[in-house]
C-alpha cells in the first residue's frame, strides 16, 4: 500500500490540480460550496498521504525530514478547516519534488553519459574453448576475451592475437585511433574501430583506468567541502528547531495557523540543495570536456590559485624534438635532403629522427660506408661522394669553409635554442638545419588566458640548461624560468612557493613529476591517463590540448562563484519568509510553500548554467 | 569483511540521504563507519559481515523506506 501510494505520486499530482480547478471553478462559476470544500478535502488527503508516509519513515529512523515538517502543517490546516491552504500547500510540496527531479537529472546528466560509457558484456573463452557473451562482472584477471569490431574493451589487457585500430578517446581524449599488435596494452572502454582481438584480461571492474577514473568522478561529485560539511551539520538541527519554533509558538499564542505557516517557511530545502547542485552541474561540466575535477575542496583551492608552475618537457613544449629552421646552401635542395635520409637512415641518434620525419623518404641511395664520429655525427660514402652529418665540431674537423651568411645563420639558430644539423658534401656546406623541442600549438594564447583569469606568476622548471629554459619563458611571456632542475628540485621548489604564502598549482604529464603534483596545493596532470598521474593529482586534463586548462580555471571559479550565490539565494528567501510572517498582512502558507519551492528551483536552474560554462 | 555498493532511484532531496545512512547503520553486520550515501550518484556504499547479514536484507531496510533499489554490487574486499 505505502510503495503504491509513493509510486503514484505523480498520478497524485495531477489528480490535485484537476480538484483544486474543479474547487475553484465551482466556488466562483456555480457558488457551490459544499462541491468546492469536498473537492479540496479529497485533494488535501490524497496529496498528504506519499508525505505523511515518508514522514513516518523518516521518523522510524529518527529522522526530523521536511516532510515532517510538512505533514503536521497540513494536518493542522485540515484541523482548523483551512482546505484551501491545506491543498495548496500538498499540491505545490509535490509538484515541486517532480520538478526537481526533472531538473536535477538534467544538472546529473553529463556524469551518467560518462558512466554509460563503461563496457557491459564481454567474449569469455569458456572451458571448451568456444567465447561466450558474459556480463563484464564475470570476467575475471587471467580470462581470455575476444574483441570484435566495433566493440568496447571490456577490461584492461594485453593482445594475445590478432591486430586492430582502437579509438582510445575515453581514456587520453586523443581521437585518432592507435594500432594495436601482439603484447600492446589495451584499456577497458575504449572502442575497437577495425580488426579482432584476443586479450587476456589484466585488470578488471573499478581497478581498471576508466573504472578509476569514473568511481573518482562520482566520489568528486559527492564530496564535500567544509562549507557543505557545515550546512549538513546546520540542517540536522535545523528542521528539529523549525518544530519546536512552531510549537512555542502555538504554546503561547494559541495561533495554528501561525504556527503551521512557521513550519512551512521555516523548511530548508533550497539551502541544502544548492551547494550539490552547483557541484554537480560542476564537474559534469568539466566530464564532458575531459577536465576531471576530484571533488569541492579542489574546486575552492583551485579557483584561489595565484601561481602555476609548469614542467616544461612535454607540458609546454611538445617532447619530440622537430625540425624547426633550415637553410639550404644549394640548387639542387631535393638531391641533398636524399643524400641527408640515406645517411641518417643508418642511424638511431635521436635527432637523425627528427631529420628522418622531417625529410619523409621518397627514396634512398644505398650507403657504402659509414664511420661514426663520436660527439660529432656521421661520415658516409654515398655514390662515390663524402657526405658529412653533424655539429659544427664534425665541419671544423673536415675543414668545411663558413661563409659570412653561414656564420649569421648559425647564431641565429643557436640563439633560438636549436640543436644544430649541419651536411656537407665532399667538404662543402649545403644545409643547416636547426632541431628542437618545439612549444606546443596554442600555449602562448592560453597562458595570457590564464592570466586574465588572476594568474599572477607563470613559472617553468625543467632540467634542460638554464638558456633553453629562458628562451621559452620569454616566447611565452612566462614571470620566472629556473633550469638544471632535478624533481627533487622541483618539489623543494614548490615548498617554497608554498611557504611564502602562494596558491600553488603544478602542471605536468605525470610521467615523472609525481612529487611535485602531489606537493602543490592543486596537481594538474596533463593529457595522460596513467594510473598516477590520475592517483596522485588533483585535476586531471584527459586530452593533452592545452585550452583545457584556461576552461579549468575559469569553471572552478564559475562553480564557486555559484556555490555563493545559491547560498545567498537560499538564505534570504529564507529570512524574507520568516520576517514577513511577523511584519506583514499577506503572508500565508500556500504562498511561503510557492516562494519554498520556487528557490529550490532556482538555485538548480541557476547551477543548471554551469553545464553551459565554456 | 565485504564490500557492497547499492545503485538506488534518482535521489532528490538530501534528507533522503539522511534517512537512508541511519537506516543502513542501524542494521546488526553493517560496519557503521563504513556507511557512505552518495546523494548526485544515487549510491550507498557499504562494509558488511557477510556472516551477519546479506545484501538483500540492506536492500530490504531501503526499499522499506520507500527508496526504489535498481542493482547491488558486493565484492570480497
Redesign the interface.
Known amino acids: 500500500m505505502?510503495?503504491l501510494i509513493?509510486s503514484k505520486k505523480n498520478h497524485i499530482v495531477l489528480i490535485s490540480a484537476i480538484l483544486m480547478a474543479i474547487a475553484f471553478i465551482s466556488n466562483l462559476g456555480f457558488k457551490n460550496e459544499a462541491l468546492a470544500i469536498w473537492s479540496l478535502v479529497i485533494a488535501s488527503i490524497l496529496g498528504v498521504a506519499p508525505i505523511a508516509?515518508?514522514a513516518y519513515?523518516?521518523l522510524k529512523?529518527?529522522?526530523v525530514?521536511?516532510?515532517v515538517l510538512v505533514t503536521i502543517a497540513v494536518i493542522g490546516a485540515l484541523l482548523i478547516r483551512n482546505f484551501e491552504e491545506s491543498a495548496i500547500v500538498t499540491f505545490l510540496f509535490l509538484f515541486g519534488?517532480f520538478l526537481?527531479?526533472r531538473t536535477?537529472?538534467k544538472t546529473?546528466l553529463a556524469?551518467k553519459e560518462l558512466t554509460k560509457m563503461a563496457p557491459e558484456s564481454a567474449f569469455k573463452q569458456m572451458e571448451n574453448g568456444e567465447f561466450e557473451e558474459v556480463e563484464v562482472?564475470e570476467v575475471d584477471v587471467g580470462d581470455i576475451l575476444l574483441v570484435k569490431t566495433g566493440a568496447k574493451v571490456p577490461v584492461d589487457g594485453t593482445v594475445l592475437s590478432g591486430e586492430g585500430y582502437i579509438n582510445e578517446a575515453s581514456i587520453t581524449g586523443e581521437a585518432v585511433p592507435v594500432g594495436k599488435t601482439k603484447d600492446a596494452g589495451v584499456f577497458a572502454g575504449t572502442i575497437l574501430e577495425n580488426g579482432t582481438l584476443q586479450i587476456i584480461a589484466d585488470r578488471v571492474g573499478e581497478d581498471t583506468t576508466f573504472g578509476r577514473i569514473i568511481e573518482l568522478i562520482?566520489?568528486a561529485?559527492?564530496s564535500k567541502s567544509e562549507t557543505e560539511r557545515f550546512i549538513?551539520r546546520f540542517?540536522?538541527y535545523y528542521?528539529p528547531t523549525v518544530l519546536m519554533l512552531a510549537i512555542m509558538v502555538w504554546l503561547f499564542s494559541r495561533d495554528i495557523e501561525l504556527a503551521i505557516t512557521i513550519l512551512v517557511l521555516g523548511c530548508p530545502?533550497a539551502l541544502?540543495?544548492g551547494v550539490?547542485v552547483s557541484?554537480?552541474a560542476g564537474i559534469g561540466n568539466g566530464a564532458r570536456h575531459g577536465i576531471l575535477l576530484k571533488g569541492s575542496e579542489v574546486i575552492g583551492d583551485f579557483s584561489n590559485v595565484d601561481t602555476f608552475v609548469f614542467d616544461k618537457t612535454g607540458t609546454l613544449t611538445t617532447g619530440n624534438p622537430t625540425v624547426a629552421e633550415k637553410e639550404i646552401y644549394a640548387d639542387n635542395g631535393d638531391e641533398i635532403f636524399t643524400y641527408l635520409a640515406s645517411v641518417e637512415n643508418e642511424s638511431d641518434h635521436p635527432l637523425a629522427k627528427a631529420v628522418l620525419e622531417y625529410i619523409k623518404i621518397t627514396k634512398l641511395y644505398p650507403v657504402e660506408q659509414t664511420d661514426v664520429v663520436k660527439g660529432g655525427g656521421i661520415i658516409a660514402q654515398v655514390n662515390g661522394h663524402s657526405v658529412a652529418v653533424g655539429n659544427v665540431t664534425l665541419m671544423e674537423r673536415e675543414n668545411v669553409q663558413f661563409s659570412e651568411k653561414t656564420r649569421t645563420d648559425l647564431i641565429r639558430l643557436e640563439k633560438n635554442g636549436n640543436s644544430l644539423v649541419l651536411v656537407a658534401i665532399d667538404n662543402e656546406l649545403k644545409l643547416l638545419m636547426g632541431i628542437r623541442d618545439q612549444i606546443r600549438q596554442g600555449v602562448k594564447e592560453n597562458l595570457q588566458k590564464l592570466k586574465k583569469l588572476g594568474a599572477k606568476n607563470l613559472v617553468v622548471l625543467s632540467g634542460d640548461n638554464q638558456g633553453t629554459v629562458d628562451l621559452v619563458a620569454y616566447e611565452l611571456g612566462l614571470t620566472e624560468a629556473h633550469g638544471h632542475m632535478l624533481p627533487g628540485d622541483k618539489s623543494a621548489y614548490i615548498e617554497e612557493l608554498k611557504a611564502k604564502g602562494h596558491i600553488v598549482a603544478f602542471v605536468g604529464d605525470g610521467v615523472n613529476d609525481s612529487p611535485s603534483l602531489a606537493l602543490a596545493h592543486i596537481g594538474i596532470a596533463m593529457g595522460s591517463g596513467t594510473d598516477v598521474a590520475i592517483e596522485t593529482s588533483n585535476v586531471v586534463l584527459m586530452n593533452s590540448d592545452f585550452s583545457r586548462l584556461p576552461h579549468a580555471l575559469g569553471l572552478a571559479k564559475a562553480i564557486v562563484n555559484n556555490m555563493r550565490q545559491n547560498i545567498v539565494i537560499a538564505v534570504g528567501v529564507v529570512l524574507i519568509l520568516l520576517a514577513s510572517v511577523f511584519f506583514s498582512e499577506w503572508m500565508n502558507m500556500s504562498i511561503g510553500m510557492l516562494v519554498h519551492e520556487a528557490s529550490i528551483l532556482i538555485v538548480i536552474l541557476n547551477g543548471m548554467r554551469l553545464l553551459q560554462y565554456k | 569483511m565485504q564490500k557492497a555498493t547499492i545503485q538506488l532511484e534518482t535521489l532528490i532531496c538530501p534528507s533522503c540521504g539522511q534517512k537512508i545512512e541511519n537506516a543502513t547503520k542501524s542494521l546488526n553486520g553493517v560496519e557503521k563507519e563504513s556507511v557512505k550515501v552518495m546523494f548526485n550518484a544515487s549510491k550507498v556504499k557499504f562494509d558488511f559481515d557477510a556472516e551477519k547479514i546479506s545484501v538483500e536484507e540492506v536492500e530490504k531496510a531501503i526499499t522499506a523506506l520507500g527508496y526504489e533499489v535498481i542493482k547491488s554490487q558486493v565484492k570480497v574486499k
Open positions: 505505502q510503495r509513493l508516509i515518508q519513515q523518516a529512523v529518527k529522522v525530514s521536511i516532510d519534488a526537481e527531479k536535477l537529472n546529473r556524469i562482472d562520482e566520489e561529485q559527492d549538513d540542517s540536522k528542521t530545502g541544502v540543495i550539490p557541484n554537480v
